[in-house]
């Protein structure tokens, strides 16, 4: 269930009118792209460790780093849902092919970011609840999307980066 609402609810805060904040908030706020950016491949480099230690049959290890991936992701979605519901969205600046490649990755990025949530928490649940067989299955299809998604909004910031009014 929170694997469906956690996106809506998200997609829902986007139609709600702006908050207005001091110049001191705004000031902070400025920073958490770069900070999304980090938490991101933070989790990119989690999942990458986990793949690896699961690979040489450290299960503790892989439970650890999948758990520090988690608890990453959701820390960006806060970051991310709290500098979005205050921050005018910034359009991107570039010309020609390059702006081609980043909406094509930005889409991307987006609509796997939806799906990812619900097979994140299915394939995590299956891990702890000890469904080793189910939790396989799940993750083959789980992790190439959670690393793209967490790469990619790396990816995204780069490329937006240069855009910013500040």
Not at 107 to 122: D, G, K
Request: charged fraction near 10%; include cysteine; charge should be positive.
């Amino acid at each position: 269930m929170a694997g469906i609402a956690i996106p809506a609810v998200v997609a829902l805060l986007f139609f709600l009118p702006g908050v207005e904040v001091s110049p001191e908030l705004a000031e902070f706020l400025h920073m958490l792209p770069a900070f999304n950016a980090t938490i991101n491949g933070s989790a990119f480099l989690c999942l990458v460790a986990s793949y690896r230690a699961i690979r040489n049959k450290n299960i503790l290890l892989h439970q650890r780093l999948n758990t520090a991936a988690l608890a990453l992701s959701a820390l960006f979605l806060v970051s991310y849902v709290s500098y979005h519901m205050t921050t005018e969205s910034t359009p991107f600046c570039k010309e020609g092919w390059i702006r081609a490649v980043y909406f094509f990755v930005l889409v991307t990025h987006i609509l796997m970011s939806i799906a990812i949530v619900p097979m994140v928490l299915t394939t995590y649940l299956l891990g702890l609840g000890n469904q080793i067989q189910k939790h396989r299955k799940w993750a083959r299809i789980t992790y190439p999307i959670w690393t793209y998604v967490t790469f990619t909004g790396v990816v995204v910031y780069f490329m937006i980066s240069p855009c910013y009014p500040w």
